[in-house]
């Protein structure tokens, strides 16, 4: 059991504090309710873009990375469909550097046209690089935009497009930062050697004084059922050709969320899986196969994709995938091929937990989807999974209608 305090600063700052006396170390974990999905659809891109400007400079604090390197400090970001998070990790003696960084950033950035401008040109590089330049690059937002009709995740976290980057305005920015980037809206955690009462005290003497904000309460709009299959074809320069097949899954809170991701490790969790054994190793119609799902929030997404071995028919390689997705929906998986997948997670969990980062971080997200101590519970929600959750999961998964397949030529 990892255990924690909790409190909430009179501005609505939730702080939880996890003492951890075998590092000498700390960790400060904020992460803010806030991603890709809440964005404008006319203005996307800008959760990963903030993400960049928080180390741009704030209002007192010209330079993030200077103090905190002195302190023996580093830090990171990432940022999601779902969320943004921050985290510094430095020696327990020199905390309060993490407290002083992160609070003036939280109290305001400093918003110029040059910090904007730079920041664009390094997002803007990234997309290029990453999602036009790069082979398969689009294939995701080729896929979202197929799978999802109404609910934001159909744009990935870079953004729909560039120009919605480049022609970010600095009161767009602003604006994104108040509504977003307050107190009342973010979750902080501190880890490793500390105690509860030092935390307090920092919490209240540098994070006390902001102003709240105001909760952001999320109405996003929600997908329909898909009711019949999506395909699309596209030829590119790629070396291979590529299959990708997605069917939608369920919320992160839902109980199916743990089927499914059992059910993704059972087709795809290493060398002896089932996809791996039939369609790399013994019919060799692919060099590679995955089966995985996003770990979203909302309603998310199950994925196969494939590289096809070269001179193999992409009809003939999704039907492979079809005869192993029916033997899913046919036959109840053995015991052990279910306590095999178990084994992993529970190996994989208890691996994660040994950092006291990972542990920082999994307090944050599980206080975001409602109560820090729900990390205390997920083993207990993948052992309750049965062979029949596997097999009923499968067959309401695996519908034709429920399908978006992506034909991936190579050639120009």
Same mark, same amino acid.
């Given at each position: 059991?990892i255990?924690?305090?909790?409190?909430? *600063?009179?501005?609505g700052?939730?702080? $939880?504090?996890?003492?951890?006396?075998?590092?000498?170390?700390?960790?400060?974990?904020?992460?803010?309710?806030?991603?890709?999905?809440?964005?404008?659809?006319?203005?996307?891109?800008?959760?990963?873009?903030?993400?960049?400007?928080?180390?741009?400079?704030?209002?007192? $604090?010209?330079?993030?990375?200077?103090?905190?390197?002195?302190?023996?400090? +580093?830090?990171? %970001?990432?940022?999601?469909?779902? &969320?943004?998070?921050?985290?510094?990790? /430095?020696?327990?003696?020199? =905390?309060?550097?993490?407290?002083? /960084?992160?609070?003036?950033?939280?109290l305001?950035?400093?918003?110029?046209?040059?910090?904007?401008?730079?920041?664009?040109?390094?997002?803007?590089?990234e997309?290029?690089?990453?999602?036009?330049?790069?082979?398969?690059?689009?294939?995701?937002?080729?896929?979202?935009?197929?799978?999802?009709?109404?609910?934001?995740?159909?744009?990935?976290?870079?953004?729909? #497009?560039?120009?919605?980057i480049?022609? @970010?305005?600095?009161?767009?920015?602003?604006?994104?930062?108040?509504?977003?980037?307050?107190?009342?809206?973010?979750?902080?955690?501190?880890?490793?050697?500390?105690? @509860?009462?030092?935390?307090?005290?920092?919490?209240e003497?540098?994070?006390?004084?902001?102003?709240?904000?105001?909760?952001?309460?999320?109405?996003?709009?929600?997908?329909?059922?898909?009711?019949?299959?999506?395909r699309?074809?596209?030829? %590119?320069?790629?070396? *291979?050709?590529?299959?990708?097949?997605?069917?939608h $899954?369920?919320?992160?809170?839902?109980?199916?969320?743990? $089927?499914?991701?059992? =059910?993704?490790?059972? &087709?795809?969790?290493g060398?002896?899986?089932?996809?791996?054994?039939? =369609?790399?190793? #013994?019919?060799? /119609?692919?060099?590679?196969?995955?089966?995985?799902?996003?770990?979203?929030?909302?309603?998310?997404?199950?994925?196969? +994709?494939?590289k =096809?071995?070269? !001179?193999?028919?992409?009809?003939?390689?999704?039907?492979?995938?079809?005869?192993?997705?029916?033997?899913?929906?046919?036959?109840?998986?053995?015991?052990?091929?279910?306590?095999?997948?178990?084994?992993?997670?529970?190996?994989?969990?208890?691996?994660?937990?040994?950092?006291?980062?990972?542990?920082?971080?999994?307090?944050?997200?599980?206080?975001?989807? !409602?109560? @820090?101590?729900?990390?205390?519970?997920?083993?207990?929600?993948?052992?309750?999974v049965?062979?029949?959750?596997?097999?009923q +999961?499968?067959?309401?998964?695996?519908?034709?209608?429920?399908?978006?397949?992506?034909y991936?030529?190579?050639?120009?």
């Amino acid at each position: 059991m990892i255990q924690f305090e909790k409190f909430t *600063l009179t501005n609505g700052l939730r702080v $939880i504090v996890h003492q951890d006396t075998s590092t000498p170390m700390a960790v400060m974990n904020i992460m803010y309710d806030v991603g890709a999905r809440d964005e404008n659809p006319e203005r996307t891109g800008f959760a990963h873009l903030f993400e960049h400007l928080m180390f741009g400079g704030s209002v007192n $604090i010209p330079n993030y990375d200077e103090p905190l390197q002195m302190a023996g400090g +580093e830090n990171n %970001a990432y940022t999601t469909n779902d &969320l943004t998070n921050y985290y510094i990790q /430095l020696p327990a003696e020199n =905390l309060e550097t993490a407290f002083w /960084l992160e609070s003036d950033r939280m109290l305001s950035l400093a918003f110029g046209d040059k910090s904007l401008d730079v920041q664009r040109k390094v997002v803007c590089e990234e997309f290029k690089e990453h999602y036009i330049n790069k082979p398969y690059g689009d294939v995701w937002h080729k896929m979202r935009d197929l799978a999802y009709t109404r609910h934001p995740y159909r744009w990935m976290t870079i953004g729909k #497009e560039l120009s919605h980057i480049e022609n @970010a305005k600095l009161e767009d920015v602003k604006e994104f930062f108040f509504k977003y980037y307050r107190p009342v809206n973010a979750i902080m955690v501190v880890a490793g050697n500390v105690t @509860a009462e030092k935390v307090k005290a920092l919490a209240e003497k540098w994070f006390g004084d902001i102003p709240s904000g105001e909760k952001y309460k999320r109405n996003l709009p929600q997908e329909p059922a898909q009711a019949e299959e999506r395909r699309l074809e596209v030829k %590119a320069n790629v070396p *291979l050709d590529a299959l990708y097949k997605c069917w939608h $899954i369920y919320p992160r809170l839902d109980r199916r969320y743990y $089927i499914t991701d059992l =059910l993704t490790d059972i &087709l795809s969790g290493g060398g002896s899986s089932r996809l791996y054994q039939s =369609l790399v190793k #013994e019919k060799q /119609l692919f060099s590679n196969i995955e089966c995985y799902h996003y770990g979203s929030t909302d309603a998310g997404l199950l994925c196969i +994709e494939g590289k =096809l071995v070269k !001179g193999v028919k992409m009809k003939d390689a999704e039907k492979a995938i079809e005869i192993e997705l029916e033997k899913m929906k046919n036959e109840l998986v053995a015991e052990t091929e279910l306590q095999k997948v178990k084994n992993k997670t529970e190996s994989m969990i208890a691996f994660e937990d040994m950092s006291v980062m990972n542990r920082a971080n999994s307090l944050a997200y599980y206080e975001l989807l !409602g109560d @820090a101590s729900w990390m205390n519970f997920e083993l207990e929600k993948y052992g309750s999974v049965t062979t029949e959750d596997i097999l009923q +999961e499968s067959r309401n998964i695996f519908r034709k209608e429920n399908s978006n397949t992506l034909y991936y030529y190579s050639g120009n």
